[in-house]
T-cell receptor, first 110, second 114 residues
Framework: QKEVEQNSGPLSVPEGAIASLNCTYS??????FFWYRQYSGKSPELIMS????GDKEDGRFTAQLNKASQYVSLLIRDSQPSDSATYLC??????????FGAGTQVVVTP | EPEVTQTPSHQVTQMGQEVILRCVPI?????FYWYRQILGQKVEFLVS????????KSEIFDDQFSVERPDGSNFTLKIRSTKLEDSAMYFC????????????FGPGTRLTVT
């Protein structure tokens, strides 16, 4: 069974600090890697995509991918209360099927 | 900004009834997906669809499920005979390019089977 694993949290982060989220996956054939944010009762919202090893920055978000270690991470800099949500790691195959982790709940405290 | 829309937002049905969930993908997108999320659980892939054909389906997507693009804008998921365990949020997603590229999710339909 191919799996995507995340720490469930909650991850408590002071406002203005860096939140660090991790994800591991088991399918070495995975082609694409995404981070979605999901507020309670809402749909997943795409915040980052990464396809090759290394770092990708977009505003306050940085995604890191290490295919050899089968590891994806997300850093959220200058965390804001509005960042409080569940962050879903998703891994895609060549046909577009996304496999999701269970999500890490982030709580930003003022 | 273009977005995926879904109707209805909430559907209540009795066990054994047929339901059709509707989605309007982003207009220039050609690849369509259905996912579901049972309360408190992971988002799960159901099916992907391109060029009027199913590209891939999960083991959840059995003979009770079907998908259709009845016209140039709608994409539907039909559940023929609903079961209690079909109660979940159903999300439609679409992407512009094939395969492993960004998918954008609709707001979801909450299906409650009683």
């Amino acid at each position: 069974q191919k799996e995507v694993e995340q720490n469930s949290g909650p991850l408590s982060v002071p406002e203005g600090a860096i939140a660090s989220l991790n994800c591991t996956y088991s399918d070495r054939g995975s082609q694409s890697f995404f981070w979605y944010r999901q507020y309670s009762g809402k749909s997943p919202e795409l915040i980052m995509s990464i396809y090759s090893n290394g770092d990708k920055e977009d505003g306050r978000f940085t995604a890191q991918l290490n295919k050899a270690s089968q590891y994806v991470s997300l850093l959220i800099r200058d965390s804001q209360p509005s960042d409080s949500a569940t962050y879903l790691c998703a891994v895609g195959n060549s046909w577009g099927k996304l496999q999701f982790g269970a999500g890490t709940q982030v709580v930003v405290t003022p | 900004e273009p977005e995926v829309t879904q109707t209805p937002s909430h559907q209540v049905t009795q066990m054994g009834q047929e339901v059709i969930l509707r989605c309007v993908p982003i207009s220039n997108h050609l690849y369509f997906y259905w996912y579901r999320q049972i309360l408190g659980q992971k988002v799960e892939f159901l099916v992907s669809f391109y060029n009027n054909e199913i590209s891939e389906k999960s083991e959840i997507f059995d003979d009770q499920f079907s998908v259709e693009r009845p016209d140039g804008s709608n994409f539907t998921l039909k559940i023929r005979s609903t079961k209690l365990e079909d109660s979940a949020m159903y999300f439609c997603a679409s992407s512009e390019v094939p395969g492993a590229r960004e998918q954008y999710f609709g707001p979801g339909t909450r299906l409650t089977v009683t």
